[in-house]
């Protein structure tokens, strides 16, 4: 499968420009033969994170919504984006992700579970639902968010419930180049599938994005990566090499959850002293 990964600057609320932006990205990636385009976190709306809280139309969520599965069925290509959802039974909202297919239909959500700095804390609520997966394809495909991809466990998650291509919108300042050179690939290596990461670059209010978009292998090898300007990443992604891998060294299969749950259990609070219990 030929994938496509986004990265660009977005305009904050400014849905058209940024719409044209994806549009124009599909249109040359499915030019190109790809499958599936992937764009990075929360750019239909840019990404500010108290400014699309408080100045966004929330009840223009479900037109973008639309608007975007027509460029995926006006392009016939799957689409990955990302938009504030709302939070089930609350006045709040979660940051999601959204894969739609050639035709538009949604095929799968996943609401980040971890949220990074104030802003984001401020302006949207943790989701604590785990990434799900589905067939794409031909590929078991899952969606994580930004800061999620850095937590281990999360990408453990899509793995063990068969994930063979984790999804990745991001928002990564300038200045955390570590985490797609070394984390995306120690991810993609430790649980033997292919990682996509697709970020912003170029400034959006008061954030500076390093770009850096990157596509990693199950044997934690670059298959893409982009600099720091506007870039459409290319790369073939598929379960074959993913099926290798997990023959070759089984992680998944001879990792000992009953194991880590009791190291777990005795482990001392994070500001605390080895086996110090108090506060």
Not at 54 to 67: C, F, G, K, M, N
Not at 243 to 249: E, F, S
Request: proline share 6%; hydrophobic share 45%; net charge negative.
């Amino acid at each position: 499968m030929l994938l496509s990964v986004l990265q660009a600057n977005a305009v904050v609320l400014d849905v058209e420009a940024n719409l044209r932006t994806i549009e124009d990205a599909a249109i040359r990636a499915a030019d190109a033969g790809a499958d599936l385009l992937l764009t990075p976190e929360l750019f239909p709306v840019g990404y500010a994170p108290l400014r699309v809280r408080d100045e966004l139309d929330h009840a223009s969520l479900p037109a973008i919504r639309e608007r975007l599965a027509q460029i995926a069925r006006r392009n016939r290509i799957a689409l990955v984006y990302s938009l504030p959802a709302e939070a089930a039974g609350t006045q709040s909202w979660h940051i999601s992700a959204t894969l739609v297919d050639a035709a538009g239909t949604e095929l799968l959500r996943y609401a980040k579970v971890h949220l990074f700095g104030d802003e984001e804390r401020k302006a949207f609520v943790a989701a604590a639902q785990p990434p799900a997966v589905v067939d794409f394809n031909g590929v078991r495909t899952s969606l994580l968010i930004c800061y999620d991809i850095e937590f281990p466990e999360a990408a453990r998650a899509a793995a063990g419930r068969g994930a063979e291509l984790l999804l990745v919108p991001t928002a990564l300042s300038a200045g955390y180049e570590a985490v797609p050179q070394v984390l995306i690939r120690a991810r993609a290596l430790e649980s033997q599938l292919n990682v996509a990461y697709a970020n912003h670059c170029g400034s959006e209010d008061a954030y500076t994005f390093g770009g850096g978009s990157v596509v990693a292998g199950p044997d934690g090898g670059l298959l893409a990566e982009a600099g720091d300007a506007p870039e459409l990443l290319f790369a073939q992604v598929g379960p074959d090499a993913v099926r290798a891998a997990r023959d070759d060294v089984p992680y998944l299969r001879e990792r000992r959850p009953d194991l880590y749950r009791e190291w777990e259990a005795g482990m001392a609070p994070e500001t605390g002293r080895p086996g110090d219990s108090t506060p």
